[in-house]
Nanobody, 119 residues
Framework: QVQLVESGGGLVQAGGSLRLSCAAS????????MGWFRQTPGKEREFVAR????????YYADSVKGRFTISRDNAKNTVYLQMNSLKPDDTAVYYC????????????WGQGTQVTVSS
């Protein structure tokens, strides 16, 4: 079992930055692929970014490429999402998630953190 707790959300003006953190429980954090997703009311949850267990492989949605950076600190059991040049369209609840490297499904999810970007 992995428990995930996000933090770092808030209200920011367009063009600003925020850094989200996701702290994970457990002693096998480095074995998990970690992902960030986001969801707005009435829409399906969408993929934002993911990072391999070692941190060497990173993937981004086209909508955030060049603006967001995912990273992880396995010594701290934490994954981060640095969000720069924020746009009102980035407003959403952001979730972190964990899965094993052998699966495409994410069985572990955090509770989410709200990010609101004002214009």
């Amino acid at each position: 079992q992995v428990q995930l707790v996000e933090s770092g959300g808030g209200l920011v003006q367009a063009g600003g930055s925020l850094r989200l953190s996701c702290a994970a429980s457990g002693r096998t954090f480095s074995s998990y692929v970690m992902g960030w997703f986001r969801q707005t009311p009435g829409k399906e949850r969408e993929f934002v970014a993911r990072i391999s267990g070692s941190g060497g492989l990173k993937y981004y949605a086209d909508s955030v490429k060049g603006r967001f950076t995912i990273s992880r600190d396995n010594a701290k059991n934490t994954v981060y999402l640095q969000m720069n040049s924020l746009k009102p369209d980035d407003t959403a609840v952001y979730y972190c998630a964990a899965r094993s490297g052998l699966s495409s499904e994410y069985p572990y999810w955090g509770q989410g953190t709200q990010v609101t970007v004002s214009s």
